[in-house]
Nanobody, 127 residues
């Protein structure tokens, strides 16, 4: 059974940092491009970042550029999302998922290309 588990969220003040983790079981990170998404209350789920399985290249959505850093540890089958200088608008549930169609990321975060969604981890940023 494939399972992704996100962790590392919490309540932080604006300007703080968090490192989110996504640990996979039943699937190998090297098989798929992996994405981070987030969903704020009342809003659609949006792509945040992606890391390629083919060459480790990364992409970021415009709101994530400059403050978010995605990385992965193949030995631990875990992907990370470092978020610095957190802003109240970063408040959302953050999810990870595998892109079953691609091993290399592009700058489009098409939800139906992704599967094995985890339960998410809540990030709340206070002003």
């Amino acid at each position: 059974e494939v399972q992704f588990v996100e962790s590392g969220g919490g309540l932080v003040q604006a300007g703080g940092s968090l490192r989110l983790s996504c640990t996979a079981s039943g699937v190998t990170f090297g098989d798929y491009a992996m994405g981070w998404f987030r969903q704020a209350p009342g809003k659609e789920r949006e792509g945040v970042s992606c890391i390629s399985a083919s060459d480790g290249s990364t992409t970021y959505s415009d709101p994530a550029k400059g403050r978010f850093t995605v990385s992965s540890d193949g030995a631990k089958n875990t992907m990370y999302l470092q978020i610095d200088n957190l802003k109240p608008e970063d408040t959302a549930v953050y999810y990870c998922a595998a892109n079953l169609l691609r091993r290399r990321c592009n700058d489009r975060y098409i939800l139906h290309e992704y599967a094995y969604w985890g339960q998410g981890t809540q990030v709340t940023v206070s002003s």
